[in-house]
């Protein structure tokens, strides 16, 4: 699987055989975490770091669709890995399930791809009372 999302161009035969379409790879992981993103539960998608970044594009009005998303893709095949933060306290294996689901589909209904495997990892949960805690801590400073 690769680990970042290169700007190889795939060639996915068209069924009119009039042409051929060329999807980047960078396009289907946006698709892949857009789908991924709109499963109620999911927090966040990504590593710690990715976050980092992720957060500072989001403050400048820049977001990755694709951050967390790793994809590759071959002529009419493709593997998707996602790595997301689940919001606590979902159950985690009806959570990767879902999202699981949701790029399946994603992939088939809008890329026209066969998916050959979606790997989902959870490397955190998001508990609400920390981002609450945090607040009073800041308020508690400005007074």
């Known amino acids: ?72 893709v071959g002529e009419r095949q493709v593997a998707v890995d996602v ?4 919001e606590y306290p979902v159950a985690l294996q009806d959570l990767a399930s879902a999202v699981r689901t949701a790029v399946y589909r994603a992939m088939e209904e809008l890329v026209g791809m066969e998916v050959t495997e979606v790997n989902v990892t959870i490397n955190d949960v998001h508990i609400p009372s920390d981002d609450d805690s945090a607040a009073e801590t800041q308020e508690a400073r400005v007074r």
């Open 1 to 72: 699987m690769a680990n970042d999302t290169t700007n190889t161009n795939r060639t996915v035969a068209a069924t009119d055989a009039k042409g051929k379409t060329t999807i980047e790879d960078g396009v289907v992981a946006k698709i892949a975490g857009i789908a991924a993103r709109e499963v109620p539960g999911v927090h966040a998608l990504g590593g710690g770091a990715a976050r980092v970044v992720g957060a500072i594009r989001d403050a400048l009005n820049s977001t990755d669709l694709a951050q967390g998303i790793s994809v590759e």
């Open 83 to 86: 790595t997301i933060v689940a």
